[in-house]
């Protein structure tokens, strides 16, 4: 397989190329590298690349700050998936598009499958289903949707608890939305199965269990100060969405179904929290 990964600086790119399948010939281009608003720019990276499978790991992911700047949200979350798709059909190439949890409305009772009604509640959830919808404009086309995504050394919810655990008293932390912290490893490394097996269509894929903000806030004190990279542990509090306002809605229950995607990898992804004690273990 010849593959390219689009976002290679991201904490999903990086992962993507760590965890390459042997054998892989990838090319990895950041943003920098890549303008991918660009059509022209896009149709001759892919073309020069050679690949037969695209993956597309960059987003605007601010999701605030989408509120007051939809044109870059839309122009990075859709219009450039759109250049992706045309240039994937016209090299042949397969499409992998990574999408969120942010399209469904939060409302649900029961773990969204990838059929359910998408219902965004801001710019960035509706800039992301809008890319979805250019994304299948390509026939061999594969949409992931995930949540929660962090890894060992990105800008992530991890790190920033980890950065104000040392610098606090205490914490307040949301405790009233759920959805599933994820391993931007483990979900490159399903990605990579998924498109050896050369799936199509719509797609979830976290790792297993629930969590609220609060629940991943505790234990990534108790797993950080476990790996003793922690001197101290402070109080967490939790609190509810509404006294911690911010310019975007976010969906109050993300949780995914990804028991479809479980089925094509053979097994179920690990639990979050064992995912997350793993990035802990050589970091001393």
Not at 121 to 148: F, M, N, Q
Request: glycine share 8%; net charge negative; aromatic share 8%.
């Amino acid at each position: 397989m010849k593959a390219l990964i689009i976002g290679g600086a991201g904490q999903l790119g990086r992962a993507l190329a760590r965890s390459a399948p042997t054998g892989a010939e990838v090319t990895s281009l950041t943003r920098d590298e890549l303008d991918i608003t660009d059509g022209a720019a896009v149709s001759q990276a892919v073309e020069r690349s050679g690949a037969t499978a695209i993956f597309n790991a960059a987003a605007y992911t601010a999701v605030d700050a989408a509120e007051s700047d939809p044109e870059a949200a839309y122009r990075i979350n859709s219009e450039a998936v759109g250049h992706l798709a045309q240039a994937a059909q016209a090299s042949k190439a397969r499409l992998i598009h990574v999408s969120t949890d942010f399209v469904f409305a939060g409302n649900a009772g029961m773990p969204y499958p990838p059929d359910a009604p998408t219902q965004p509640l801001g710019v960035y959830g509706a800039s992301k289903r809008d890319g979805e919808h250019a994304a299948l404009s390509a026939p061999e086309t594969l949409i992931v949707r995930t949540a929660w995504v962090y890894d060992r050394d990105g800008r992530n919810f991890v790190n920033t608890m980890l950065r104000l655990m040392q610098e606090r008293d205490e914490l307040g932390v949301v405790s009233d939305q759920l959805g599933t912290p994820t391993l931007a490893d483990d979900l490159a490394t399903a990605l990579w199965s998924l498109a050896e097996k050369e799936v199509t269509g719509t797609l979830h894929f976290t790792n297993s269990g629930v969590a609220s903000w609060y629940d991943f806030a505790l234990a990534i004190q108790e797993e950080a100060n476990a790996a003793g990279l922690l001197e101290r542990a402070i109080p967490i509090k939790p609190i509810r969405t509404k006294d911690f306002p911010t310019p975007a809605q976010r969906p109050s229950y993300s949780v995914l179904d990804c028991s479809e995607t479980y089925k094509h990898l053979g097994a179920p992804a690990r639990h979050w929290r064992q995912a997350l004690r793993s990035i802990f273990k050589d970091r001393v």
